[in-house]
């Protein structure tokens, strides 16, 4: 595929489409891509900057190809002014003949020389066979070339001079109109070319003149509040929108790029106000579809969300953004098989689409097939050599699967690219630390605190910030590079102690990296073969090492559990919680606890928290079907057990066959129990009404 194809395939087009064609491409792809920097995940808003990058340079490379020749823009509007020149009848100053084209630049030189009396310029023009050149100031008899009627030429001198001169005064005027109006539209297109190009202050200065020309050109207004939006100067921004929205008020694309604003600003609610207008002005406006419906995905409300990409997909079924967005919904609520398909459709439409590639290896990576996450991510950089997140992505893959040396290698090539990217310094100090290369990982994760002094504190407090998401293991590995930081701190300190302080006030030297694992690891084998007091006497010493090993409480609590000391399990069960608040795992121990002690509506609610959580898992259905059974609500209890053998939970299956479903007499309003399966007419044996059973 030659480079060229290549540019069309990054913006979406085929070859043969219009200039127009091209740029409304350009646009749609420029507006979509802005909305990851509006994430607050750093690793999407790296992937943004660096995909709009790539549409700059194919929409330049494209344009150049269409137009046959590369784009320059000159600096000046004179720069683009052709010279005029004014031919009259060699016969006579037949001045009816003189037509000038009505060009921006027309005329220029002329008024400038009249202005200019000091310097003597000079206008020539013939009569007959005579040719004559006056100067500028008053002419006298020295000014004839050739003889003849000197009077008759003095008369037909002056007569002509006057009427070229009130001549070119009157279409001066006339031309200085059309200046001002072709000005205003200049000045506006070329500025929308400097942001193209990335040139954003020189943008701003075209567009203000623009405004000083026509000070009611709402759409110089707008772009102006763009570029300034680009410069993250939102003040100014607004403002400038504003004034576009009071001069246009049905101006859709202001109220989309006000919406932009006040995303970046996180007012979510006026965004979603300005692009409920913008829609409303323009209902096929998609991308505002695609906009709003980002929105909705950041504040979970998903099946909103859905309804707008679904309306955008609607409008243009190639916007391959909308098909993106539409998969992270579907990831969240664990349809992996219909996010897969708008993968694929996006895939088909684009691809030498990296974002996809790199989005379905998320994707992969949540469901567990790690090796396909590889593979994708490994696609979206050889389309993208520069695609820092897919580095990234794929480096903590290889730190899960073991392979460090592989993860260091990506994570260097991540802040390589980015020397910013506080989660690959994260990751990369990881990596050392688990190779024993303790300095550099201390060096590594040193920079991280640079850049984002919340890595202090650590990871919990960088996911609360950021969103982030950090495996146990790496959180352990995050705490124990801080504790070498802290601890190398300490260490010119600790000589002014050393003499008063006794030995286990000093600072002691730390123990080995995976002694935690390794004390849970015993601890979990002693749960294993029911030696309940030493599996909880090896988990609390990993947690007296790691507070935050979830594991070891999760381990502690269900020892404790089989011995029936249930409030001490609840308690571990409960700290899990705090350290991990999406641990389903922890949730149905609390469960299971709550119901051991028979507080049925706490084990509910724990049961339920799981299958939130994890809503995959057979047996919190099959749990919480039996509190219900004990409570006797059949019908709730008969729900969750075929929810739970549907998902290939036996005992699940045996409960359904062994448990009927309560219904209501209609005539006596009794309680009849009837079999599972059983539907049709059936007679109450309380009043004998016939009554229709439906299909369960």
Known sequence: MSEIDQYYQLLGITP???????????????????????SPDPRLQQQAQNKLKEIARAYEEVSSYLSGKPKKFKETEEENQAETKLSQNETSPNLEEVKPKRKLEHLYPVSEELEQKNENKEIKFTAGSESYQLSGSTPDLKTFQKGGNKALFWV??????????????????QNRAIREEKSAEFYNNRGVTFIKEGQDEKAIEDFSKAISIDPNNSQAYANRGYANYLKLD??????????ALNISPNFPRAYFLRALVHMSNTAYEKAIEDLNKAIASDPNFDIAYVRRGFIKFIKNWDDEALTDFNKAIGLNPKNVKAYLYRARV?????????????FEQAISINPNDAEAYSSRGYMNYRRGQVYKAIDDYTKAIEINPKHSGAYDNRGYIYLDLGKYQSATKDFKKAVELDDKYVDAYIGLSIAFFRQKAFEQAKTHYQKTIDIEPLSREGADALERKKGYFYSESQKRSIKAILSLIKHQENQGKEAKFQKKDSLEERPQPLKKEGSAESYNKLGSSYVKSDQYDKAIEHCTAAISIDPSFTTAYLNRGYAYYKKTEYDKAINDFKKAISIEPQNAIAYGWCGNVYLAKKMYEEAIHYFSKAIEINPNNSVYYFNRGLVYDVKGETNNAILDFQKSCSKGEADGCKKLKTLGRIIDCPKCSRKLKVAVGIHGRVSCPFCNYEFEIPEN
């Not at 043969?16 to 802005?34: P, R, S």
């Not at 939102?234 to 004034?243: Q, S």
């Not at 990831?331 to 219909?338: A, N, T, W």
């Open 16 to 38: 043969g489409v219009t200039e127009e064609e091209l740029k409304h491409a350009y646009d749609n792809l420029i507006q979509l891509w802005h909305l990851d920097l509006l």
């Open 156 to 173: 037909v001198g002056i007569v002509a001079f006057v009427i070229i001169i009130i001549w070119v005064l009157s279409k001066d005027q």
């Open 234 to 243: 939102n003040t100014k921004a607004i403002e400038d929108l504003n004034k």
């Open 330 to 342: 579907y990831i969240r609520k664990m349809d992996y098989e219909s996010a897969n398909s708008d």
